[in-house]
């Protein structure tokens, strides 16, 4: 940072000391490199859509890469569960690598080792995904076997035994990773009464209790034509992806069997799980999002990214911005934290989760409040654009593959029903400025009841009413 400011005074000092004409060349310079960039965006390649008889899109963007990857991203997930059956989907996920009616277990991984590919698949709380990373001549077979997964799994009872016993002990593991039981909590309690906040493996006893027939009915329910794409991104030829789906994917139901969601309402709320014996406590502060498709949803991208993340072991944190990791630097307020702004179809989690020590609880959650209050009426232009330029940066750092391509298409035609191309992503990004970042604080932050989940030793966290108060009236 030092470094920096030097060379920042050394830049203001060189264009003071230029004449006229080459002060504006120099100026004029400086700007063709922002219209570059913006062209440049505009260069991304066309994503092309085909949408099949029965509903089912097949969605490409083909650039010059010897590998490719694609994948079938399924409008399912544990909000379309229920209380007795929730879980289904992801042991679904589990299930679909155990062997199908035309190959089994030990032939599948052979035949993708000699493929040279890699498969894999995820489950969330509103999306199914089924991935393949191969070599660009095998686009076709990969397809076929994501295919085969998808609509010939054997689902043999046995092998849902087995699977029980894995599904459980990933479940331990999840509830030793505090930073994803902390999330969890924080949806149950957000969430209450909503499929929104079912955790994504389910509880134990649907585990031990989830049947073929449940699996059977799931599959039928929501691995329909229209609420399943195929994307795919690298050396890829669209009009051959389109006629291998339409052999793979066309007899697919045409209907759209999904349940009806009901948006849940937030509920500001405290949960936590006191554990003394841990040796730092994890807490997570947050307030209702938006959804992905909602106007607002940039701006609190903006403002997530304008708190950003930190972690002890930063060497210059005390010279960050964020006045946040300044105190955090300063006080040892906090071990680490991360903001995050979660977004689904209809709703949303904005806020931050951190781990600190016992006797520094209070102290972190006040200074987080304070960070949130800052964006709310004092946020300035130069945080604004710092923050912008982050989300730029990591946007292009993260779309530096098929994979992250291929994602961001599935995701987005799931979402948006169309691709967002880097340019309006960009465009949407530049909109926000210090009122639009102040006016979206004021409506979703100031004065807004939080949702607080704590776990460890966190005998010191204020009570729920002092942590409300502190979102409309921080100075007392």
Request: charged letters at 20%.
């Amino acid at each position: 940072h030092f470094r920096a400011h030097l060379a920042n005074r050394s830049l203001a000092h060189t264009t003071t000391m230029m004449s006229g004409p080459v002060r504006t060349a120099f100026r004029r310079s400086m700007s063709t490199e922002a219209v570059s960039y913006r062209s440049s965006l505009l260069k991304t390649p066309e994503t092309r859509v085909t949408t099949l008889a029965n509903g089912f899109r097949v969605a490409t963007q083909k650039s010059p890469h010897q590998t490719a990857t694609v994948g079938v991203y399924i409008d399912a997930g544990s909000r379309f569960e229920n209380s007795q059956n929730n879980g289904t989907a992801h042991f679904l996920e589990h299930m679909a690598f155990k062997g199908t009616n035309k190959r089994q277990q030990l032939q599948l991984e052979l035949e993708v080792e000699d493929m040279g590919a890699m498969l894999n698949a995820y489950t969330s709380r509103e999306q199914t995904v089924y991935y393949a990373k191969c070599l660009d001549k095998d686009v076709g077979h990969a397809t076929e076997i994501l295919s085969d997964l998808l609509t010939n799994c054997t689902l043999n009872e046995s092998a849902i035994e087995a699977e029980r016993a894995v599904i459980l002990r990933e479940m331990q593991e999840v509830n030793d990773n505090k930073e994803e039981l902390v999330m969890d909590l924080l949806h149950e309690t957000a969430f209450q009464n909503n499929s929104l906040g079912y955790t994504i493996l389910g509880p134990e006893d649907n585990i031990k209790s989830i049947t073929k027939n449940d699996l059977q009915t799931y599959i039928t329910e929501n691995y329909t034509g229209p609420r399943m794409v195929l994307a795919a991104a690298g050396g890829v030829d669209h009009d051959e992806l389109v006629k291998v789906a339409e052999k793979l994917f066309g007899n697919l139901p045409g209907d759209v069997s999904a349940p009806e969601l009901v948006t849940p309402g937030l509920t500001g709320s405290f949960l936590g799980a006191r554990d003394d014996t841990l040796p730092q406590a994890h807490i997570a502060l947050a307030v209702e999002g938006c959804s992905w498709s909602n106007p607002d949803y940039f701006p609190l991208l903006v403002a997530s990214t304008m708190v950003g993340s930190w972690d002890r072991s930063f060497a210059g944190g005390g010279n960050m911005a964020s006045k946040l990791a300044q105190r955090c630097t300063e006080h040892n307020a906090a071990h680490n934290y991360t903001s995050f702004h979660t977004s689904y179809s209809d709703t949303g989690l904005w806020g931050l989760m951190g781990t600190c020590d016992a006797e520094q609880v209070d102290d972190f959650i006040w200074a987080v409040q304070e960070e949130w209050m800052h964006i709310c009426a004092h946020a300035t232009d130069a945080d604004v654009e710092r923050a912008k330029n982050q989300l730029r940066a990591s946007a292009l750092y993260y779309n530096d593959g098929t994979t992250p391509i291929c994602e961001e298409i599935g995701r987005q035609l799931q979402i948006y029903g169309r691709r967002m191309y880097p340019a309006e992503y960009d465009a949407r990004i530049e909109a926000v400025n210090k009122d639009v970042l102040r006016d979206i604080g004021n409506k979703y932050i100031y004065d807004q009841c939080p949702v607080v989940v704590g776990v460890g030793p966190i005998e010191q966290i204020p009570d729920y009413n002092v942590i409300r108060g502190k979102m409309w009236n921080f100075g007392s």
